[in-house]
């Protein structure tokens, strides 16, 4: 009996749940074999539907069948189980899609645990038994399980590779090493490995450090974009509160307008009531003695008539009404007028600022700063296309190039138009294009020239403060003379320290705020350097003594 239950396939006892021998098996009404409590777990998921179905054929049952012990499937199960038949392998014991497979197992086959380089086949745990027990074959090279065997063995000889031709960089056999790759620089394959194994650990910590310095990277985007967030809020709260105190302002000069006219104008109503009070109780009385000098001039008795009149009293004195000049009226007319002029007041104040506030919300640095360029063929990648505005030039100064890139200052007059952007005091220039972003430019002068950055309102006429660059608040003006150099902004002056020269180069970082003038000759000395805020875009400005000349240098 023992023997017949040997030669049965124990498959046919598994149970496709659980995929062990049956125990307490069941069979449902269209013949598959189950496990009672595996198949009473199976329905028991599918309770909420009231629809019971088979696992292996997907028939479906109504109402929940009652399970009957396959006494017979019992029988023999006990029986395998007495002989000492082992359990079916479990499903993740065969292989599958992308698993290597054993090349001895027959039928269904089992995963490769270890592929041997000198078999050339790939084992299963229980195949592989001889390479642990046989002495000759347990010398042989085990590796984790691959497809790939047959790429180590030489298409040429049939033989196993284990050289490495380091001039021709390839794999070889030993047979190739005393053929075709004779008298070539050839190691072992385990020798390379060892040596590329070095290089491979060298470039894995060179990929790690900057994986390491990624990840701080990343962290520092993210608490930029926290930061971003955190600022975009608070303008928005900001700006929001400041709205609001402008629209209360607004909101509470109306008011006191309002309250104000209402009352000037019961005021001046109450003074017009009283004088029309006051000239009706005048005209009731008027035409009460005109009744009585009516029925006087009709009395027929002349000495009762001359007595009568001789005894009436003098007329009051009142004001003519003729005195009063009839014109139209205009009493409050010039309020709305006061009014119309203050919201055209704040509706320019509005477009005007508006521009800056558009500027500088649309210029938000949004991304972390790039480092500020070393040699002078770093800057010179930030050189920009900088001519000179003709309309802004002083009259004494002349733009000789024909595109506008050199001044000089003239004895004589020269015959501008009138334009309003040209500075009528100061020897002074500023250039066509505006600046923002990273830009670099050089100014090669002869005498005493200023190098200035200004915006572009920097007025044109009126007190000096407001028209020299660096005596304001908007423009930053270096001064270069044979003395040496000063700085000047909003009327503070600095000295400048640094070796003389010809050129100076001007590097600016508008959205960082920074600018930086610098001594150029064989070399780039740092003279001056400005940390500051700027609101709008900026102009180059030169400003040029007499005897003296200056030019932006095409660097690019």
């Known amino acids: 009996m023992a023997q017949s239950a040997a030669q049965l396939d124990p498959e046919t006892f598994t149970c496709c749940l659980c995929l062990d021998l049956l125990t307490d098996p069941v069979t449902t009404y269209c013949g598959p074999n189950y496990c009672r409590k595996c198949l009473q777990h199976h329905w028991d998921a599918e309770e909420e539907r009231r629809v019971y179905s088979c696992p292996q054929c997907k028939r479906t ?28 392998p479990a499903d993740h014991c065969y ?48 590796v ?11 298409p040429h000889h049939d033989e196993v590779m284990k050289m490495f031709c380091r ?8 047979l190739c090493s005393v053929d075709e790759h004779q008298g070539l620089h050839m190691v072992a394959a385990a020798a390379e490995r060892t040596e590329k194994q070095r290089e491979l650990e060298k470039t894995r910590v060179k990929i790690q450090q900057k994986i390491q310095h990624k990840e701080e990277d990343l962290k520092m985007l993210q608490k930029e974009v926290e930061s971003i967030d955190g600022s975009a809020d608070k303008a928005v709260k900001d700006s929001e509160d400041i ?5 209360r302002l607004l909101e509470k000069r109306r008011f006191e307008v309002h309250q104000q006219v209402r009352s000037t104008q019961a005021k001046a109503v109450s003074q017009v009531k009283e004088l029309q009070k006051k000239w009706e109780q005048e005209m009731m009385e008027l035409k009460s003695r005109d009744a009585e000098l009516e029925k006087i001039s009709h009395t027929l008795d002349h000495s009762q008539f ?14 003519d009404s003729s005195s009063l000049e009839i014109h ?56 920009p296309q900088i001519t000179l505005d003709p309309n802004t030039a002083h009259k004494h100064l002349l733009l000789l190039s024909e595109e506008n890139r050199k001044v000089t200052h003239m004895k004589e007059v020269q015959s501008y138009c009138h334009h309003t952007d040209r500075f009528t005091y100061y020897y002074q220039v500023l250039s066509r294009e505006s600046l923002t972003g990273r830009c670099y430019w050089e100014v090669e002068r002869r005498g005493v020239v200023g190098v200035a950055v200004a915006y572009r309102n920097v007025s044109r006429a009126g007190e000096l403060r407001e028209i020299i660059f660096g005596c304001n608040r908007k423009s930053w003006h270096l001064h270069c003379s044979s003395g040496g150099y000063k700085f000047r902004h909003n009327n503070i002056r600095t000295d400048a320290s640094g070796p003389r020269s010809s050129r100076v180069g001007v590097y600016l970082d508008h959205r960082a705020g920074l600018l930086s003038f610098y001594s150029v000759s064989g070399t780039m000395e740092l003279l001056h350097r ?18 003296s000349s200056a030019e932006l240098i095409k660097v690019f």
């Open 243 to 247: 709205f609001t105190q402008m629209i």
């Open 167 to 174: 001039t021709d960089q390839k794999i070889i056999c030993y």
């Open 61 to 88: 049952f109504t109402p929940r069948p009652v399970l009957e012990k396959n006494t017979l499937l019992a029988a023999l199960v006990e029986t395998l189980d007495k002989a000492g038949v082992q359990d079916a």
């Open 144 to 154: 984790e399980p691959s497809q790939q065997l047959q790429e180590n063995i030489c």
């Open 95 to 142: 292989a599958g899609v992308g698993d290597v497979a054993s090349d001895v197992c027959t039928g269904r086959k089992l995963k490769a645990l270890k592929s041997c380089l000198v078999c050339r086949a790939s084992y299963c745990d229980s195949h592989l038994q001889p390479h642990r027990d046989v002495p000759p074959q347990q010398r042989h090279k085990l």
């Open 530 to 547: 400005v940390q500051t805020f700027f609101t709008q875009p900026l102009y180059v400005g030169i400003y040029v003594d007499p005897d």
């Open 328 to 383: 139209p009226l205009r009493y409050f007319e010039d309020v709305a007028a006061a009014v119309i002029k203050l919201r055209d007041e704040i509706q320019h104040v509005l477009m005007e600022t508006q521009t800056n506030i558009s500027w500088t919300v649309s210029n938000v640095d949004v991304l972390l700063p790039e480092p500020e360029p070393r040699s002078r063929e770093d800057f010179l990648r930030y050189s």
């Open 306 to 319: 001359l007595h009568w009149f001789s005894s009436l009293p003098a007329l009051s004195p009142s004001p």
